[in-house]
């Protein structure tokens, strides 16, 4: 069950049952992703394993994460295909923690520099 204002079971009264979670869930994986906006993602996978600002990239799971994150955001937007801004929306919560910096001036900063770099298709 969710649960609003982050109160505990025993404080709070449930928002959703498991059913209404799992018919959100279905619904967020059926928002369409163009070909153009998965390459968009892994364009943006592959300019994290390439940077330097970062000690690794991105795993395939974490692009993965990045597009259900997209699609999901879309759905509370009403929409029914991603948009790039989706992804672009999304990015940041997804992908910042996944990222090690590689140096001491490495971090958010590079997440938002390479969201930037990566031109949308």
Do not use: K, N
Not at 6 to 34: F, H, I, K, N, R
Not at 76 to 96: G, I, K, N, S
């Amino acid at each position: 069950m969710l649960y609003l204002g982050g109160a505990t079971p025993q404080q709070a009264e449930p928002v959703m049952d498991a059913a209404q979670v799992l018919a959100l869930q279905e619904a967020s994986a059926q928002v369409y992703a163009s070909p153009a906006l998965v390459d968009y993602v892994l364009a943006l996978v592959q300019a994290t394993r390439t940077s330097h600002a970062f000690a690794a990239g991105l795993s395939p799971r974490a692009g993965l994460a990045l597009l259900a994150c997209a699609r999901a955001w879309a759905l509370l937007e009403q929409r029914e295909m991603v948009l790039p801004e989706d992804v672009q929306a999304v990015f940041t919560a997804v992908a910042a923690h996944r990222l090690e910096p590689a140096g001491a001036r490495a971090g958010g900063d590079s997440v938002s520099a390479l969201l930037a770099a990566v031109p949308i298709p």
